[in-house]
Each structure stands twice: as C-alpha cells, then as structure tokens.
C-alpha cells in the first residue's frame, strides 16, 4: 500500500508577509515574486535522515545483500527452533534406569537397622539394596506441592552404581511426569559422609547439575533432602560407604570407639 505523499509547506512572502500556498510563484495578497528557495527539500519533507537516505539508495541499488542477509537470519532462527524443540523433546522423556513403583510388601526398617547396627560395640557390616531403599524413601517422601505454580513432587528414588548415588525426582507438571535427577560421588572425609556432583538429567537432556540448584530446580529437590536429614545424620556415624550396582554397604564405627 502505497505511503501518503508528505503534505506541503506555505510560503510566506517577505514584503507583506502574507502566507501563501506552496504552489504559489506571485504572492496571492501584493503580487510580489515568492522566493520558493525556503521550501523544504524533497529529503527534508520526508524526514529520512542523510543515514537512513543512504541505506535506502544501497538496499535499490544493491538488493541482492538485503535479501542474503534475510536468509541468514531466517537460518538462525530456524537453527534455534530446532534446538528449544529438540531439547523439550529430551526432557519430555523418561530417562532410563529409573525404578518401578512395586507394591508395598514386607519393608526392611532401614533407620532401625543402622541404628542397632552404630550402636554395636564393634565396627558392623549392613547393606541395602536398591529396592529396599526406595520403599523407605516411598513411605519417607510423601507427594508435595512446590514453590513452582502447577508443579508437584510425586516421588524421589535413588539409583545405584558403582560409586555414585543418583538422587531423582518425578514430578507432576500439571498432571504430566517430568524426571529429574542430580548424580553424586559418595565418599567418607574427615570422618564424615561427603558427596560430590558428577552429573544431572531433565528427563533424557544431560544437563550441568547446578542449573538444577537454581531457585526453580533447587524446589524439586529442598524438600527432599530436608525429609532425609535424619538418614543423612545417621551416614556422617559411618566409618566407611561403599556404593556397588544396586546395592549400598555401610561400616559403623563402634559404639565402643
């Protein structure tokens, strides 16, 4: 559509000062010759500035670099589409190696065990596996809202591997499960129960695990660890941890120490 041509300016006169049309050569009042050389340019009614003029001649006169450098933006843009799809694609996934929800059976009292267990005169051995952890954890960790509106946990679960503990989570994104999990590197220092972060998944994305200490992560996991405080007082009494597939082995230090 086309633009509205720019309206014209008057002429004063500069004998009687009469304000003629712009149109005009004689004055319409006393007939004197108009000096039509304090009419604005053609650029100046416009309002285009010498820079804006200048880029509107080059993109005429050379339209092929306008529509290159179109493409190139539309490539990118499209690049980054494809990347945000990707990724959600990813997290939408449950990742593998998470454990099945089993029916509630006959449960090992896991606190009472390392209880009885720390208060042995001597150093004792006590293991558990993989499932009666995550029964403890499944009665321990109750489902919860969270700080984030439409998000709630419904479980946490642990997954062991040599070494490494995986702490993750399954939450309900309004109704939807989403998994995330932070991997941790288990060990005694100082006589006291240390972990280090060596990974994190939202859903199948490997992602850096301090993003999921943000503010928005850190409320999938808060409430978890604080329902653990008593479990994870109880691993700073540990001489010794050792984390195997799917099985976790404890050495107390002995009442008697």
């Known amino acids: 559509m086309a633009s509205n041509p720019p309206t014209p300016a008057n002429l004063p006169c500069a004998q009687c000062g009469f ?27 416009s309002g285009d500035s010498p820079a804006k003029t200048r880029k509107r001649i080059a993109k005429i006169t050379n339209p092929k670099a306008g529509f290159l450098f179109q ?11 494809a990347v945000v799809v990707a990724a959600l694609i990813l997290i939408a996934q449950k990742p593998g190696g998470v454990p099945e929800l089993k029916k509630e059976g006959a449960q090992r009292l896991i606190n009472s065990d390392m209880m009885e ?11 558990f596996t993989e499932d009666e952890v995550n029964q403890h954890l499944k009665k321990t960790m109750k ?18 591997t040599p070494g490494v503990i995986r702490m993750g989570t399954e939450n309900s994104i309004f109704g939807y499960p989403i998994y995330a999990d932070i ?74 120490r």
Not at 117 to 127: G, N, V, Y
Not at 143 to 160: K, L
């Open 117 to 127: 267990a720390m208060q042995a005169a001597r150093p004792s051995l006590i293991s």
């Open 143 to 160: 489902p919860r809202e969270t700080v984030v509106p439409g998000v709630e946990v419904s479980r946490i679960y642990a997954v062991f």
């Open 183 to 256: 991997a941790f590197r288990v060990e005694m220092k100082g006589g006291k129960f240390a972990t280090s972060i060596v990974g994190g998944h939202l859903g199948l994305l490997a992602v850096d695990p301090r993003i999921l200490l943000l503010p928005y992560g850190e409320a999938l996991f808060q409430g978890s660890w604080d329902a653990l405080k008593r479990e994870r007082a109880q691993m700073d009494k540990m001489e010794r941890v050792d984390v195997k597939k799917g099985e976790i082995s404890l050495v107390t230090k002995g009442a008697g």
């Open 19 to 45: 304000v003629n049309e712009a149109e005009r050569v004689y004055c319409h009042n006393c007939g004197s010759k108009l000096d039509r050389s304090l009419l604005p340019t053609h650029d100046e009614q």
């Open 71 to 81: 493409e190139v933006k539309t490539f990118f843009k499209i690049e980054l589409a």
